[in-house]
């Protein structure tokens, strides 16, 4: 079975600082890791993903992760935020060679502030 | 480009009536998964199908149904709906059900039960 812990559930930032969000999961086997954001009244929308190659992975809107396997950790950042971001932002698992079955985290509401 | 079309937006039902959700995917997508999301609460995986056969099932209550039509869209039935099935209800579509193949998620069917 796989998990994922997202250790921050609110993160308030000041417009145009950087913002790292922090996800960890835990898996017996390896997985792919996902970041998508949610926001208000709206469905979910994959920011980036990390199949293989690089560890550090570019999204959309200037976000990027990156995979590192050792401390089993997936961590979203972005150099310079934008009142747009406000959102919510949730890490997910798939576990290689499964069929889609992804493991959400709690999530984390990044609220920017002008 | 073309998204997941969820229907209805939102549902208010009572205690113990019946709710039908769609889910209309991307085109030529061929899986389609279900998530229910508490308030508050990250998504859980409920079912999906692939090829119009059920794939994985994951916390989908007894007293829910769904299915995949020949068209690929699919059908969440509820029925004798309690309190605590009041969420959002997300649909999502991918091209072929390999583990690292990013789904598309709808925007979701807000169902309240009073």
């Known amino acids: 079975a796989q998990s994922v812990t997202q250790l921050d559930s609110q993160v308030p930032v000041f417009e145009e600082a950087p913002v790292e969000l922090r996800c960890n999961y835990s898996?017996?086997?390896?997985?792919?890791l996902f970041w998508y954001v949610q926001y208000p009244n709206q469905g979910l929308q994959l920011l980036l993903k990390?199949?293989?190659?690089?560890?550090l992975v570019k999204g959309i809107n200037g976000f990027e992760a990156e995979f590192n396997k050792s401390q089993t950790s997936f961590h979203l950042r972005k150099p310079s935020v934008h009142i747009s971001d406000t959102a919510e932002y949730f890490c997910?698992?798939?576990?290689?060679?499964?069929?889609?079955?992804?493991?959400f985290g709690s999530g984390t509401q990044l609220t920017v502030l002008p | 480009a073309a998204g997941v079309i969820q229907s209805p937006r939102h549902l208010i039902k009572e205690k113990r009536e019946t709710a039908t959700l769609k889910c209309y995917p991307i085109?030529?997508?061929?899986?389609v998964y279900w998530y229910q999301q508490g308030p508050g609460q990250d998504p859980q995986f409920l079912i999906s199908?692939?090829?119009?056969?059920?794939?994985d099932k994951g916390s989908i209550p007894d007293r829910f149904s769904a299915q995949q039509f020949s068209d690929y869209h699919s059908e969440l039935n509820m029925s004798s709906l309690e309190l605590g099935d009041s969420a959002l209800y997300f649909c999502?579509?991918?091209?072929?059900?390999?583990?690292?193949?990013?789904?598309?998620f709808g925007n979701g069917t807000r169902l309240t039960v009073t």
């Open positions: 085109p030529r997508h061929d899986t």
């Open positions: 999502a579509s991918s091209l072929g059900r390999g583990s690292n193949s990013p789904l598309h």
């Open positions: 997910a698992v798939n576990p290689w060679g499964s069929a889609r079955q992804l493991t």
């Open positions: 898996s017996s086997v390896s997985v792919y």
């Open positions: 199908f692939y090829e119009k056969m059920q794939s």
């Open positions: 990390y199949l293989s190659g690089s560890t």
